[in-house]
């Protein structure tokens, strides 16, 4: 698992903490935490998903590529929404469900990467007696580079 | 033929990897992602309306769906020398245990801007009966 140690998986746990539908400020900035990416998370995640291109594996392999060492599958974002988010954040709230999502790709992630999140809700509005909230989110690695930035449109539970 | 820029063609097609989907495949996506929303995970909380939607059970994450297009668009593009640089999603069915869903992809079109070369790809992921559960388009960048 993923930092399994600090990680809370009972989302339930917090979730008298996490702002709702009325609270959620479109352009008010969420808390973030900075989170290193590791090569063990990033073969869990790849497993999940069958990934299994050497790229993200075989080092030796990696360093004859266009990047030079190993890195992590675009989709890796969807591990750090989690991990660079506390366990008040509203993303955690129990019963959000994913509508959808868009995700622009810069450079790639790579093993010991300390990434840091910039993220906002961005707008939020009813549709069909539905509470959606679209979040905006950009991915830093250490240097300040970006890595991938995206939105995604949830509805949220209340 | 090795894929090339010049010699796509819109309407040539991608095929991803079939994915059996279980109620083990989603808890290693909750551990891989730290994803444990219960929709994924409780039984009891999903025999529960949401609005006027009714699941029947734990539901497959939405972004497992993104997880499989992604890696059928890089399997594609890497060893053409092309850089998957985009990927939009839309969930229309929810997927259960017990599903097979198998990611594809169709060239929409091609484009050349100043610095570089670029092709559309519509993106949908379809489950054992034919039925589209996530749809969208993706974007690869073939670089000079």
């Known amino acids: 698992m993923a930092q399994a140690e600090a990680f809370e998986t009972d989302f339930w746990k917090d979730a008298n903490l996490r702002k709702a539908w009325d609270d959620i400020v479109p352009g008010a900035p969420r808390k973030t935490i900075p989170y290193t990416l590791t090569k063990e998370t990033i073969e869990l995640y790849c497993r999940s998903v069958g990934e299994d291109h050497p790229i993200y594996f075989d080092e030796a392999y990696a360093k004859t590529t266009r990047y030079g060492g190993l890195i992590a599958p675009p989709s890796i974002h969807i591990l750090l929404m989690f991990s660079c988010t506390p366990a008040d954040d509203w993303m955690r709230s129990p019963g959000t469900v994913n509508a959808g999502q868009s995700w622009s790709y810069n450079i790639p992630a790579r093993p010991n990467d300390v990434i840091t999140l910039q993220a906002r809700a961005l707008d939020k509005s009813i549709k069909r007696e539905r509470l959606f909230v679209v979040h905006d989110n950009v991915f830093f690695n250490q240097h300040g580079d970006v890595i991938c930035s995206g939105r995604g449109w949830t509805i949220r539970p209340e | ?144």
């Not at chain 2, 769906?65 to 850089?83: K, Q, V």
């Not at chain 2, 570089?116 to 489950?127: K, P, Q, T, Y």
């Open chain 2, 1 to 144: 033929m090795t894929t090339s820029f010049e010699n796509l063609n819109a309407g040539d097609s991608i095929d991803g990897p079939k994915f059996a989907v279980s109620r083990e495949s989603i808890r290693l996506f909750c551990d891989a992602s730290l994803d444990y929303n219960p929709l994924h995970l409780d039984d009891d909380y999903m025999k529960g309306n949401f609005g006027k939607t009714n699941f029947g059970g734990i539901i497959m994450h939405g972004m497992n769906n993104f997880g499989l297009i992604s890696r059928m668009i890089t399997d594609w593009a890497y060893p053409a020398g092309a850089i998957h640089r985009r990927l939009e999603t839309r969930w229309v069915k929810p997927v259960k245990p017990g599903d097979t869903i198998q990611p594809t992809g169709v060239i929409k079109s091609k484009q050349v801007t100043k610095n570089s070369r670029w092709v559309l790809i519509d993106v949908m992921v379809r489950n054992q009966t034919g039925e589209k559960v996530a749809t969208g388009e993706a974007m690869v960048e073939f670089p000079h």
